[in-house]
C-alpha cells in the first residue's frame, strides 16, 4: 500500500510522535507549539529546553509505544486546517460555477454560504479521522529517537531512526 512505502511510513510515524511530544508538553507549559514532520524526524517550535523536549518525545514515544494511539491525533494539526478549507472552499464554489451572469452569482451567494457551512461542518470529524488512518501512523515498529538537538531559539530538531 502506498502509505507503507519507506519515506511515506517514516514522515507519518514522526508526524504521531510529533502530536504526541506536543500533547506531553501541553500538559506543564501553555505557551504556542508547532511542529513539522519528514521522513528523518521533526521539528519542535516553541519556547522550550532541550531536556524538557527528551523527556516529553521519550515519553511520547513509550507511551504510543503502549497503545495510546489517540495521541498520534492533534486538533491543532494542519490536517484539520486543510480540510477545513478545502471542503468549505469547494463547496461553496459548486454552485457558483455554473452561473454564468452576475445577477446569477448574487442570487447563488447565500447558496454558497450555506454549502460552505456544510464543508465547515464535515471536515471537523473528516479532518481527525484523516489524521489517523492517512497522515499519521501510531504504530512505532522499531523507530527510535537517534538525536535531539537545539537549531536557534524556538527550533529544536528530534531526529529519528
Not at 537517534?146 to 524556538?154: A, C, E, L, M, N
Amino acid at each position: 500500500m502506498l502509505l507503507n512505502l519507506p519515506l511515506i511510513i517514516e514522515t507519518r510515524r514522526n508526524h504521531a510522535l510529533e502530536h504526541a511530544t506536543l500533547h506531553v508538553l501541553a500538559r506543564t507549559h501553555k505557551i504556542s507549539m508547532a511542529g513539522h514532520s519528514n521522513p528523518t524526524g521533526f521539528f519542535l517550535l516553541g519556547d522550550l529546553q532541550l531536556e524538557e523536549i527528551a523527556n516529553a518525545s521519550i515519553e511520547a514515544l513509550t507511551r504510543l509505544r503502549a497503545g495510546e494511539s489517540r495521541l498520534a491525533v492533534h486538533e491543532g494539526c494542519g490536517t484539520n486546517m486543510a480540510t477545513t478549507a478545502l471542503l468549505s472552499a469547494t463547496l461553496a464554489w459548486a454552485p457558483l460555477r455554473g452561473a454564468q451572469s452576475t445577477r446569477w452569482r448574487l442570487f447563488l451567494i447565500p447558496l454558497a454560504v450555506v454549502f460552505a457551512a456544510f464543508g465547515y461542518w464535515l471536515s471537523k470529524p473528516l479532518g481527525p479521522w484523516l489524521q489517523e488512518y492517512i497522515t499519521t501512523e501510531a504504530d512505532m515498529g522499531n523507530m527510535q529517537i537517534t538525536d535531539i538537538r537545539f537549531v536557534r531559539k524556538g527550533v529544536h530538531r528530534i531526529i529519528t531512526k
